[in-house]
């Protein structure tokens, strides 16, 4: 059974570019989920997919968006990028809302 | 507002002993709490999780508590083990209301010594 993966591992932008980071399920989950994590946070909750809908947002401005696809695989995007974006991003997926989450191993994200 | 807090940053305990990891939180909505582990340069790993209805769930060498009153949760992991070493995080969602977002303490780093 094939877990979480994401990709790429490492990016570095720089202020003002944009960036897509993708994800790709574990098999049988249709809920991906999205989180934020600064050094020494935990995670913080950027948004959440089920079965393609946005399924509830946390507190990150419009410039934080997703998609999820028909396969459940999923990617965030983020516009007009800032310092403050520089941080581990994470995917979880699971089989429903309701689920505990499952994560993968993440993306590192450094903004110079 | 952190509504999930670990205020322990760290913790060191012999192998073979029991390590006790701590979560508070505020937010009486809460009905669901995870804990995860993570190792350095890997996503957090599910350990276990309780329902608001349950006080207690063991899973192996794994038991949460949960005390409602207090809004307190803790993890006991007996007998600690090398391997255990890691950054636990505690985690809460009010299923009810808001499916699945996963609000995270900032973690304990738990140091198992031989």
């Known amino acids: 059974e094939t877990g979480v993966t994401q990709s790429p591992t490492h990016l570095i932008k720089t202020r003002g570019q944009q960036v897509t980071l993708r994800c790709s399920s574990q098999s049988g989950h249709n809920t991906v989920s999205w989180y934020q994590q600064a050094l020494g946070q935990g995670p913080q909750f950027i948004f959440q997919?089920?079965?393609?809908?946005?399924?509830g947002r946390g507190n990150f401005p419009p410039r934080f968006s997703g998609l999820q696809f028909p396969n459940y695989s999923s990617e965030l995007n983020v516009n007009a990028l800032e310092l403050d974006d520089s941080a581990l991003y994470l995917c979880?997926?699971?089989?429903?809302?309701?689920?505990?989450?499952?994560f993968g191993d993440g993306t590192r994200l450094s903004i110079l | 507002d952190q509504q999930v807090k670990q205020n322990s940053p760290s913790l060191s305990v012999q192998e073979g002993r029991i390590s006790i990891l701590n979560c508070d939180y505020t937010n009486s909505m809460f009905d669901y709490f995870l804990w995860y582990k993570k190792y350095p340069a890997e996503g957090p790993t599910f350990l276990i999780s309780i329902s608001s209805i349950k006080d207690k769930n063991e899973d192996g060498r794994f038991t949460v508590f949960l005390n409602k009153s207090a809004k307190h949760l803790s993890l006991h992991i007996v007998p600690s083990q090398p391997g255990d070493s890691a950054v636990y995080f505690c985690?809460?969602?009010?299923?009810?209301?808001?499916?699945?977002?996963?609000?995270f303490g900032q973690g304990t780093e738990l140091s198992v010594k031989p």
């Open positions: 979880a997926s699971s089989l429903d809302p309701y689920q505990p989450q499952h």
């Open positions: 997919y089920y079965r393609e809908e946005e399924n």
């Open positions: 985690a809460a969602s009010a299923v009810g209301n808001q499916g699945g977002k996963l609000i």
